[in-house]
């Protein structure tokens, strides 16, 4: 069965470094998104990306944060200057179409420890 | 803003229990998730429902609008069955965007051989 993979699975950066997450979709899915899980805490969302743009973004999803889709098959999340509270799982998932009932596929997380 | 609210929040039982977690929510939504988060952090998709009941092996979700609430059932537990439950909605008014979910904080389930 096809799946969404993320790299790294784990990734420690020193604050105030630039990272780049990465995921890779299931390859005819249109939609994609983004969710955090701080340590101990609910999954949030972060972003959702459709059509080479940002279709809706949460107020987490600050300047520090952006997406993009480089070669039509990596989807990427780029934390341009790293904080201690921005380490926590961070999920890839992506969906084959807008309609309500089209499932949610997830990766399996990047864990991002900022020292 | 959605709010999604568990219960219970920790759950132990004995193998073979018929187990129920329940999720309510603030808000009318297009679809509710169930998903699976295991010790490693990963989440696996269990059931996307709008209405009436799903079944997946010994798995059961049900869904009533009217009330804004929805259960998950697992019948004949078994230790494999111990991870984190959570619910998430996806509405316009979630907070998560038109697309994005709105998660609840999870069940975690422990089942004991």
């Known amino acids: 069965e096809p799946e969404v993979t993320q790299t790294p699975s784990h990734q420690v950066t020193q604050m105030g470094q630039e990272v780049i997450l990465r995921c890779v979709p299931i390859?005819?899915?249109?939609?994609f998104y983004w969710y955090r899980q701080i340590l101990g805490q609910k999954v949030e969302f972060l972003v959702s990306f459709y059509n080479n743009e940002i279709s809706e973004k949460s107020e987490i999803f600050d300047d520090q944060f952006s997406v993009e889709r480089p070669d039509g098959s990596n989807f990427t999340l780029k934390i341009r200057s790293t904080k201690l509270e921005d380490s926590a799982m961070y999920f890839c998932a992506s969906r084959a179409s807008f309609i309500s009932f089209s499932p949610l596929h997830f990766g399996n997380g990047t864990r991002l420890t900022v020292t | 803003k959605n709010e999604v609210e568990q219960s219970p929040q920790n759950l132990t039982a004995q193998e073979g229990e018929f187990i129920t977690i329940n999720c309510s929510y603030s808000?009318?939504?297009?679809?509710l998730h169930w998903l699976q988060q295991h010790p490693g952090g990963g989440i696996v998709s269990l059931f996307m429902l709008s209405s009436g009941k799903k079944k997946h092996g010994r798995l059961i979700a049900t869904i009533n609008i009217q009330e804004k609430h929805s259960s998950l059932h697992i019948t004949a537990s078994h230790p494999r069955d111990s991870a984190v439950y959570i619910c998430?909605?996806?509405?316009?008014?979630?907070?998560?965007?038109?697309?994005?979910?709105?998660f609840g904080k999870g069940t975690h389930l422990i089942i004991q051989p």
């Open positions: 998430a909605v996806r509405s316009p008014y979630s907070g998560g965007g038109a697309d994005g979910l709105t």
């Open positions: 808000v009318g939504i297009s679809a």
């Open positions: 390859s005819n899915h249109l939609y």
